[in-house]
């Protein structure tokens, strides 16, 4: 069980493209969703916190308006990388937990290229 | 101050030998977790093993097992046995209690485990 897929796991787009990620639990509810950043042989950065129904909280230094985020059922959080450059290139991971108690369950991440 | 650390960049271990993956971790909570994740090469976060700070004994799942030792703040991940699959980035994490409602994990900088045939 607590199975999160993402999708898709991998991206290679141009300069200035939007790129929507997808983070879906497939059989149990998340009321809260994580969305991280890896960069190569670094650690997993939080980027923001999504709560289904409300808007995300984001981490000192990410933009909000260059990263979307948006948890509109218990099911499903989205990451748009609005107009995206090569410096967004990385990995990126979600997450998701049924509530504070419970540990949270990983996707299988997404690798972003931007050309 | 970092809240998770991981002081072994890499390591190296002998097929079926044991290994011992550092972790100490600084908190003020009195009720926290501690987690351990393997990343393979393809990028999925695996969860190992978990440690609640209330948990009288030692954590163990399979080969896995956590070395807590409160007083020290440290979550030691031993890995028995090794086999050629356990190469991987190891990564210790924690979640904190009653900060706030997110209560998010926390990750340390990881360790990268080679085991040698």
């Known amino acids: 069980g607590a199975v999160v897929s993402q999708h898709p796991s991998r991206v290679i787009c141009k300069s200035g493209t939007s790129v929507k990620i997808e983070c879906r639990s497939l059989?149990?509810?998340?009321?809260?969703m994580f969305w991280y950043r890896q960069f190569p042989k670094q650690s997993l950065m939080l980027m923001a916190t999504?709560?289904?129904?409300?808007?995300?909280?984001?981490e000192q230094g990410v933009e909000k308006d260059k990263f979307l985020i948006n948890h509109a059922s218990l099911t499903l959080s989205t990451l748009t990388v609005t107009s995206a450059h090569p410096e967004d290139s990385s990995f990126y991971i979600c997450?998701?937990?049924?509530?504070?108690?419970?540990?949270?369950?990983f996707g299988d991440g997404t690798r972003l290229s931007i050309l | 101050a970092q809240k998770i650390t991981q002081t072994q960049p890499g390591m190296f271990v002998q097929e079926k030998e044991a290994v011992t993956l550092d972790c100490t971790y600084d908190t003020s909570d009195q009720s926290y977790g501690l987690f351990w994740y393997k990343q393979p090469s393809s990028g999925e976060m695996i969860f190992l093993i978990y440690?609640?700070?209330?948990?009288?004994q030692n954590a163990t799942e399979g080969r896995y097992s956590l070395n807590f030792q409160k007083a020290r703040k440290s979550a030691n991940l031993v890995i028995s046995a090794s086999q050629l699959g356990d190469s991987a980035m190891y990564f210790c994490a924690m979640r904190e209690g009653l900060k706030g409602s997110a209560r998010q994990l926390t990750f340390g900088s990881g360790t990268q485990l080679t085991v040698l045939p």
């Open positions: 999504s709560n289904e129904g409300s808007k995300a909280t984001y």
């Open positions: 997450s998701a937990r049924v509530n504070s108690n419970q540990p949270q369950h």
């Open positions: 440690q609640g700070s209330y948990d009288e």
């Open positions: 059989d149990f509810q998340a009321t809260t």
